[in-house]
T-cell receptor, first 118, second 117 residues
Framework: AQKITQTQPGMFVQEKEAVTLDCTYDTSDPSYGLFWYKQPSSGEMIFLIYQGSYDQQNATEGRYSLNFQKARKSANLVISASQLGDSAMYFCAMREGWGTGTASKLTFGTGTRLQVTL | DAGVIQSPRHEVTEMGQEVTLRCKPISGHDYLFWYRQTMMRGLELLIYFNNNVPIDDSGMPEDRFSAKMPNASFSTLKIQPSEPRDSAVYFC???????????????FGPGTRLTVL
C-alpha cells in the first residue's frame, strides 16, 4: 500500500482564490510527521509546512495551512490568496517514528501540479 | 549558510561512462540523503547516511550505483557504468540531528540533472 497518496495530478486555481491540495497517508506508528514541499519549475525543493501527529492545532505558515484530520489520515495543504508564483509541483511527505535509524527518512507522494491562472 | 551544494548542476554523458555526483551538506547536519527524481517514478530515496555511516541503501537500484561519505562535509554518488535509464535529476538533502521529535526538515540541494545518451 502507498504510504502517501496524492490523488490530484493537476489542479487549477484563479489568482487570489484559495486552493486545497489533498494528501492521505498510511501508517500504524502513532508518532509521525507530515511535510509539504514545493517544487517550482526551476527544480529546487522548498519546505513549506510541518504537522506532527501529536500537535493539537493545525499548522499554519503565512498563506499555507495544513488541514490535519487524524482519524481520516489526511493532511491537506490549503493555500490562501493564490499568487502566480504559487504555480509549482507540491509534494506531501511523511516521516514515521521519532529518534534515529530508519525513522529518519521521508516518504514522498507523487505530487500535485498546481497552476494559478489570472 | 550556503545551503546544500551539489555539483555538477548538469551532466551529459554517454552510455557506459562513469558518472560522479557530489554533495556538500549544510555544516552541522548529521543526516545526508540522496534522491532520484524521474517522471515515471517520482522522488525516490536511494540511500542515506547518519554521521557519515550508510544507514539504509535499500533504494539503490543496482550494483552500478554506489555512494560514499568520507567525511561530514562531502558525499559522492557514483554510477558505473551509466545507462540511459539512469537519466534523472539527483538531489542531495541534509537534515540536523533529531531530539525526540518527528520533525525532520530536510534541506535540499539544487539537484544534478543527469542525461545519459
Amino acid at each position: 500500500a502507498q504510504k502517501i497518496t496524492q490523488t490530484q495530478p493537476g489542479m487549477f486555481v484563479q489568482e487570489k482564490e484559495a486552493v486545497t491540495l489533498d494528501c492521505t497517508y498510511d501508517t500504524s506508528d502513532p508518532s509521525y510527521g507530515l511535510f509539504w514541499y514545493k517544487q517550482p519549475s526551476s527544480g529546487e525543493m522548498i519546505f513549506l509546512i510541518y504537522q506532527g501527529s501529536y500537535d493539537q492545532q493545525n499548522a499554519t505558515e503565512g498563506r499555507y495551512s495544513l488541514n490535519f484530520q487524524k482519524a481520516r489520515k489526511s493532511a491537506n495543504l490549503v493555500i490562501s490568496a493564490s499568487q502566480l508564483g504559487d504555480s509549482a509541483m507540491y509534494f506531501c511527505a511523511m516521516r514515521e517514528g521519532w529518534g534515529t535509524g530508519t525513522a529518519s527518512k521521508l516518504t514522498f507522494g507523487t505530487g500535485t501540479r498546481l497552476q494559478v491562472t489570472l | 549558510d550556503a545551503g546544500v551544494i551539489q555539483s555538477p548542476r548538469h551532466e551529459v554523458t554517454e552510455m557506459g561512462q562513469e558518472v560522479t555526483l557530489r554533495c556538500k551538506p549544510i555544516s552541522g547536519h548529521d543526516y545526508l540523503f540522496w534522491y532520484r527524481q524521474t517522471m515515471m517514478r517520482g522522488l525516490e530515496l536511494l540511500i542515506y547516511f547518519n554521521n557519515n555511516v550508510p544507514i539504509d541503501d535499500s533504494g539503490m537500484p543496482e550494483d552500478r550505483f554506489s555512494a560514499k561519505m568520507p567525511n561530514a562535509s562531502f558525499s559522492t554518488l557514483k554510477i558505473q557504468p551509466s545507462e540511459p535509464r539512469d537519466s534523472a535529476v539527483y538531489f542531495c538533502a541534509s537534515s540536523p540531528r533529531l531530539a525526540g521529535s518527528s520533525y525532520n526538515e530536510q534541506f535540499f540541494g539544487p539537484g544534478t540533472r543527469l542525461t545519459v545518451l
